[in-house]
């Protein structure tokens, strides 16, 4: 199997193995193991990667292409060379008017950027540090995110329950803890942020500090080396499909996997006397 255990990767194999699952193992093979799944990438990662770029000048990971911004009817007219941020959808255009106020407020918060979009692995796990730095005196790894979902906090990727001692607290403390500790390790350093810029019209930004006990920490470790072992069973006995029509309808391998279901499955739904 692969050598080194990415954030993502570990993720991924926590919703196979859920119970019940929220990813299917087939298209988890084809992404993480076999790297055969074409690219997904959505609107909000899109935005996302292009608000980094700027604000930082780190290009996507593996190789990916700098995001194209999407242009008005308008702007789409214009010679490509002339085309401006005014002519951008609303957007992009909100991102060109955040990033002057997104480096000013890194300056004056005195955060030091040693590099950026540095790949390092270490200890059988890999990972991309957004920013490697300093904050406060102490090294650091800093990850930016472009988020919708600030004050949210109902969805897992959000933001806005994660300091509540609560059911969706602790789903969003389990999510961004797994990238936090992962890196912590990989870049050797005992401090990890998020810094949070909200996407819509509102100027809003968060930092966290993930703070994982000793024993939090030691519990990563050994969850890194059941996915391995997992994988790596998996490998010999194959890869759980988690089949359902309106998830296969949009997987790019629903025409030659098997295990799709290419229409509905009736539910039964019992009814019992009460």
Known sequence: ?????????????????????TEC???FEAIHIKRNYPKITGK??????YFE???TGAKPSYGDPIPEPEYTKTGMKKDPDKRTENDMTADWKRIHQKIPKAKQLIHDMGITIKSVGEERSRNGKRG???????????????????????DNRYETFGWGAIREESYYG????????VQA????????VEKFYYLVFNSGDKWAVEMFEMSPSPRRRQM???????????????????YPANPDFNTCYYCALKNRCKEAHLQPEPKVIELMAK
């Not at 602790?170 to 803890?177: L, S």
């Not at 500790?181 to 050797?188: A, S």
């Open 1 to 21: 199997m692969k050598k080194n255990i990415s954030q993502s990767l570990m993720k991924d194999y926590l919703k196979v193995v859920a119970n019940p699952p």
């Open 25 to 27: 193992g087939v298209r």
């Open 44 to 49: 909000a990662m899109l935005l996302g990667q």
């Open 53 to 55: 770029y700027l604000l």
């Open 128 to 150: 991309t540090a957004d920013i490697c730095g300093s904050y406060k005196g102490s090294d650091c790894v800093i990850d930016i995110k472009y988020s919708g979902l600030l």
């Open 170 to 177: 602790d789903v969003q403390r389990d999510f961004h803890g």
């Open 181 to 188: 500790m992962h890196y912590m390790d990989i870049f050797e």
């Open 220 to 238: 990563h470790e050994e969850q890194v080396n059941m996915v391995r072992s997992g994988i790596n069973m998996m490998n010999v006995g194959g």
